[in-house]
């Protein structure tokens, strides 16, 4: 049986960064521990005949082939339109700090 001591809930509330007042480590001390109570009685229950279920729906996914199309521009014709390249690729400011 889960039951969470008044250390445990200060310890979770440090580590949350939050503060707590005396009655709420009483209150939540008695919220997680009926929380754990109930995980721990999903953990007791028997799925040995159970198949897995990875997705409900039945669909698939549709994929197309990649084809390459030629637009009839070269890149560097395209880069000309561009105010600043380097090394074939476009150059902007700096995005980060």
């Avoid at 969470?4 to 521990?33: C, K, P, W």
């Avoid at 997705?55 to 339109?81: I, S």
Wanted: charged share 30%; aromatic share 4%.
């Amino acid at each position: 049986m889960a039951k969470l001591t008044r250390d445990d809930v200060l310890h979770l509330a440090q580590l949350a960064r939050i503060s707590l007042s005396d009655d709420e480590v009483d209150e939540f001390s008695e919220e997680l521990s009926a929380i754990l109570q109930y995980v721990e009685q999903l953990s007791n229950v028997d799925v040995s005949g159970l198949q897995l279920t990875n997705q409900v729906t039945g669909l698939t996914n549709v994929m197309r082939e990649d084809v390459v199309k030629d637009y009839g521009y070269a890149p560097q014709e395209l880069l000309k339109n561009v105010p600043k390249t380097k090394d074939s690729q476009l150059r902007v400011k700096r995005m980060i700090g």
